[in-house]
């Protein structure tokens, strides 16, 4: 139990840096289009494919890692 709680913060900061990346690079630039005018209804009926698509379910499994891992940290501190 004493391990966990030493590694558990190292953990946290871990999957902390790989979800604002994983978030960071889904980042588009075509979003400010329908800000000026442009036509954003092309967007909506659009389906994530390959690198995307792994990118989108990384980064729900890291954050469903860092929930778990800081209730984890709730429950033994």
């Given at each position: 139990m004493e391990t966990l709680k030493a590694i558990l913060p190292y953990a946290e900061l871990v999957l902390s840096l790989l979800l604002i990346i994983g978030i960071v690079l889904q980042?588009?630039?075509?979003?400010?289009?329908?800000a000026f005018g442009g036509d954003n209804f092309a967007s909506t009926f659009y389906k994530r494919r390959g690198?995307?698509?792994?990118?989108?379910?990384a980064t729900v499994v890291i954050a469903v890692l860092f929930v778990a891992s800081a209730i984890a940290g709730f429950l033994i501190g």
């Open positions: 980042q588009r630039g075509a979003g400010l289009g329908g690198a995307e698509k792994f990118l989108f379910n």
